[in-house]
């Protein structure tokens, strides 16, 4: 009995492996983020702020990532519960994966996007200072780089974690003369000014869709491009004869790709089932507004931040796709007879046409794997599976006997 319960639980084994090589083999691999982590030494301080009861003494800086590439960001807490941990990566991700769900973050993000393009230090101390002096507020000695840090987070905070600037007491540990110069700061922040900026920020470099299909003859695509920099190098992993071109055909260099460009595969006519890939290089930077949270947030959660200001970064994005071969082309066959006397009888001339079928055309929109057909795994996948089910019919089959 026990020989019969193993075997069994082998031939289930082998079920299911044979499901996990099929969906295994049916999923494509996707786009790399942009990847850093919180540099512990890269903090630029500003003062501490009093936003309400048990935060009255919250410090604020401007928190330096380090990209893979070495880049550093300058980033604004929007997490004002969770602590940084700096030991833990930190990923790029779309505002719609704030990882708390219920934050004020989701209702708010438009105005903290716009207090992050219109506060410090996208604006310099010289001309906010100026702003709030054409509003009528009187500043102590001009705006400093802390009173500026201090005043910014707090706005940030304001919409990100409901928190509010004591306006009567916003500077725990003063100075004195810097309080008057916080609140105005963060009333403008937060004032009717703030009508909020609700696009969400391009990413540096982007290409939608990452792969598409077709036939031989066509132009597979659009790809279209999003990147907030320059372009510098197109690289191409394509057959010979296929090219990257516009929607006329005309062919494209690194040079002519920018910001909301539509590229193509052209595909000859006459080439064989195949499949390819192109490569953008781009000096873009990682813009203001865009969201940082923690790499498996869930098991190891660490403060997300926000980008305050863009740097520029050597960041590449991936594309590709595959065609299949053109239906030949339908041929014609005539055939005609004449008569050889007046009293034979006319045979007419008839026409055939012998048109194959037409190849199906692939719509699936995932690349092909290098060097091997995605449909071995999945032979291979239903016979493992025909094999476990036999196995387990086998044993049926014993019992009963």
């Not at 863009?310 to 339908?330: D, F, H, R, Y």
Request: net charge neutral; hydrophobic share 35%.
């Amino acid at each position: 009995m026990a020989r019969r319960f193993k075997l069994a639980r082998a031939g289930a084994a082998v079920a299911g492996a044979s499901i996990a090589v099929m969906l295994s083999a049916a999923i494509p691999a996707g786009a790399e983020p942009v990847k850093g982590s919180v540099d512990p030494d890269g903090y630029t301080n500003g003062l501490h702020v009093n936003v309400g009861a048990n935060y009255d003494d919250m410090s604020t800086s401007l928190i330096s990532i380090k990209l893979e590439d070495g880049t550093r960001l300058q980033m604004y807490c929007v997490q004002i519960d969770q602590r940084i941990d700096t030991k833990h990566g930190m990923t790029e991700v779309p505002w719609d994966r704030y990882p708390i769900k219920g934050s004020p973050f989701h209702t708010n993000r438009a105005n903290i996007n716009w207090i992050l393009h219109n506060g410090f230090p996208v604006v310099g101390t010289d001309a906010l200072g100026k702003k709030l002096t054409e509003q009528g507020v009187k500043l102590t000695n001009g705006l400093s780089d802390k009173e500026a840090i201090a005043a910014t987070q707090a706005a940030v905070w304001h919409y990100s974690d409901g928190r509010n600037l004591n306006e009567g007491n916003p500077l725990p540990k003063g100075p004195q003369d810097a309080k008057a110069d916080v609140v105005a700061l963060y009333k403008y922040l937060t004032g009717k000014d703030n009508v909020g900026i609700g696009d969400q920020p391009t990413p540096a470099l982007a290409i939608s869709p990452t792969d598409a299909s077709g036939t031989a003859g066509e132009r597979i695509g659009p790809f279209t491009v999003s990147t907030t920099g320059q372009i510098d190098k197109l690289t191409t992993k394509l057959p010979e004869g296929v090219k990257i071109t516009d929607a006329n055909g005309t062919e494209l260099s690194a040079g002519d790709i920018k910001d909301g460009t539509q590229l193509f595969l052209d595909v000859p006519k006459d080439l064989a089932e195949g499949n390819g890939t192109f490569e953008l290089t781009a000096t873009a930077g990682v813009d203001t507004g865009r969201l940082f949270v923690s790499e498996n947030y869930a098991q190891k959660p660490t403060q997300s931040l926000i980008v305050a200001k863009a740097e520029k970064s050597e960041i590449v994005a991936q594309a590709g796709g595959k065609w299949t071969e053109a239906a030949p082309p339908t041929t014609t066959t005539t055939t005609t007879t004449t008569t050889t006397s007046e009293t034979a009888p006319t045979t007419p001339t008839t026409t055939s046409s012998a048109a194959p079928a037409p190849q199906p055309k692939n719509t699936s929109g995932n690349l092909a794997e290098t060097g091997a057909s995605i449909f071995v795994p999945v032979v291979i996948g239903v016979v493992l599976l025909a094999a476990g089910v036999g196995s387990l019919l086998f044993l049926r089959h014993r019992r009963r006997v």
